[in-house]
């Protein structure tokens, strides 16, 4: 299984400063649990997140700058039971985010505008975004109290203030659970839902006129349930279901449906490309592990007919997934997810940002040179330092003297820190290169 590791590149005035890659990680948490659900870049280019946090239940979001350093966090508490599951940038610069079964409308900093929320309904809001006339679109589940546990698939209408325009339950049979997980306006001002029925079983797919009239639906038993939705470029659909894509066209007929990965597999999100083609995140089990027994963020490419060009994943030895993936305005990718690898402690918000290929470093299988990720600190001296960041699984490096014959190797195990080298070696000059990298090795001197 390849593993790609994140490159954060530290400078001192002391060295001319190598090329940056265009990927990177960030991990946020505590020693609780914390699951990235959703991110968007914003039009300051960093990025907003959310998720849920646990014990607490609470929406948690995290506004972070273009590298992924956090600006600011917010955590809500709106009579939850998750949160954070969808979070998207309006116009005015502010945010929309669903917190169980409530809709929050934030300022720039986070600070709540208004909430919309059911009262006397349970069940959760799992997507919203804002429509052309500036007012906004959700679905999710509300839970029928009158009917003991059935849930129906919701779709509320707001105005940009938060009034309910209009808002209908979907159900076809009243004993059934059903719920909605994206919805998105489509190019003649109605809505096209995808959900799952059966209590995530089947594919619920809804198309709606503008005043949320249902036109048609497609009920798929075979193909598990539907996470994300998107309009094609030919007026069709695109929708992920467990671990696959259907392309389906505008009259609700499937076009050509595609399988990637394995039974355990999991695809939640994707983007369609420029090319036509889509990028979608999910989760991957690697070769001979059991499911749930390890998984890995899991980012792959196809073309407009579905057809895999490339697949990456980026996780370590436990439980990691990436949830959500957006385009960002380099051409790379930027995903949301959860972690158990590494970071704080129980799961933690991961944050993976790609480039236009899906990696995250400049290494063997990119045609230019690679960038390193460690330095040099003290060039000449009777110790010799190095300064790292983010190797998951430590610093590698080789030391050769003048004749080219290694004379030491450096290992680490923390994934971050200084280290120094020297003791026990004559003086003389000596080269260090990573020990899996073609980057040109550093030159340094050791003096008595």
């Known amino acids: 299984m390849k593993r790609f590791s994140p490159v954060i590149i530290i400078f001192t005035s002391t060295l001319v400063a190598l090329p940056l890659s265009a990927g990177w990680w960030q991990t946020y948490g505590t020693e609780g649990d914390e699951i990235g659900l ?123 203030q938060g009034s309910v325009k209009w808002r209908y339950a979907y159900n076809i049979y009243p004993d059934v659970k059903d719920g909605g997980s994206c919805v998105r306006e489509t190019s003649d001002g109605g809505y096209i839902v995808c959900g799952w029925r059966d209590d995530l079983e089947s594919l619920w797919l809804i198309k709606t006129d503008s005043l949320g009239h249902k036109e048609w639906d497609l009920y798929d038993t075979l193909s598990g349930w539907g996470s994300c939705v998107e309009q094609a470029s030919d007026g069709g659909y695109i929708v992920s279901c467990d671990y696959c894509l259907l392309k389906i066209n505008a009259e609700g007929q499937v076009q050509w449906k595609k399988e990637y990965g394995e039974g355990a597999d999991l695809v939640y999100c994707f983007v369609q490309t420029q090319d036509g083609g889509y990028v979608s995140t999910g989760a991957k089990y690697p070769a001979g592990q059991s499911a749930w027994e390890a998984r890995d963020p899991w980012l792959f490419k196809t073309d407009a007919e579905g057809n895999l060009a490339w697949e990456r994943t980026y996780g370590g030895d436990r439980q990691d997934a990436g949830y959500s993936v957006k385009h960002v305005n380099d051409g790379g990718y930027i995903v949301a997810g959860v972690t158990s690898s590494i970071g704080a402690g129980g799961d933690d918000f991961y944050l993976i940002k790609t480039d236009a290929e899906g990696l995250v470093e400049m290494d063997e299988e990119r045609d230019s040179a690679p960038a390193l990720s460690w330095k040099v600190e003290h060039v000449v001296g009777s110790q010799i330092v190095l300064k790292y960041a983010n190797h998951l699984n430590g610093l590698h490096t080789l030391i050769f003297d003048t004749s080219g014959r290694k004379v030491d190797e450096i290992r680490t195990v923390q994934p971050s820190g200084t280290v120094t080298w020297g003791k026990g070696h004559s003086p003389g000059v000596y080269f260090i290169r990573g020990a899996a990298s073609p980057a040109p090795a550093q030159k340094v001197v050791l003096v008595r």
Not at 51 to 64: A, D, N, R, Y
């Open 38 to 160: 959703c991110v968007q870049q914003t039009s300051d280019e960093g990025y907003i997140i959310s998720g849920h946090s646990f014990p607490l239940t609470g929406c948690w979001i995290i506004k972070t700058d273009e590298q992924g350093e956090i600006e600011w966090t917010k955590n809500y508490q709106e009579k939850i039971f998750l949160g954070g599951l969808c979070i998207q940038q309006t116009s005015d610069g502010g945010y929309i985010v669903t917190v169980g079964v409530s809709l929050l409308k934030l300022d720039e900093n986070g600070d709540k505008m208004w909430v919309v929320q059911d009262e006397g309904l349970a069940g959760e809001m799992e997507w919203i975004e804002e429509t052309s006339d500036g007012g906004y679109i959700a679905t999710g589940m509300v839970l029928d109290l009158t009917a003991g546990d059935v849930t129906q698939l919701v779709l509320v209408r707001m105005d940009n």
